[in-house]
């Protein structure tokens, strides 16, 4: 079965809470937490690699918390797959480390290729504007 791990389905979830109430003010990690029905530590983690991309900016002390790194409609769907999967590739010729050795020669690795195209296609123009 070829599906995303939960800790992207934890980082959109969380992004679409932080972009739905986004007036400017941080929004404490517990809060979120809650509203997305993650651990904290575990969005914790997930927010630490995410405000490495400048996807979210954390803000210290007392009335601390997250906010958008960015305009909500700056920041799609790939580059979240990408940071929290390390990158997109369904199949082994299409990886950019150590791809497979018989690419050229190999009948599917076309047909692999234009579904990957068609996914990061999909994921590039679904902003998470588009989803609050």
């Not at 400048?54 to 009335?63: A, D, E, L, T």
């Not at 580059?79 to 929290?84: D, K, L, M």
């Not at 990158?87 to 497979?100: E, F, S, T, W």
Request: glycine share 6%.
């Amino acid at each position: 079965m070829l599906q995303i791990t939960r800790q992207t389905e934890y980082a959109i979830r969380g992004l679409m809470e932080l972009a739905e109430r986004d007036n400017g003010a941080p929004v404490r990690l517990k809060a979120l937490a809650e509203a997305c029905e993650v651990s904290e530590a575990f969005l914790a983690k997930i927010f630490q690699m995410l405000s490495q991309h400048n996807v979210v900016k954390s803000h210290r002390g007392v009335k601390g918390g997250f906010s958008l790194g960015r305009e909500k409609d700056q920041i799609n769907l790939r580059e979240i797959v990408e940071i929290c999967e390390g990158g997109i590739a369904l199949n082994h010729c299409l990886r950019k480390v150590d791809p497979c050795c018989r690419t050229d020669e190999c009948r599917m690795s076309h047909v692999w290729d234009k579904a990957q195209t068609a996914l990061i296609d999909a994921l590039e123009k679904t902003t998470l504007a588009d989803l609050v």
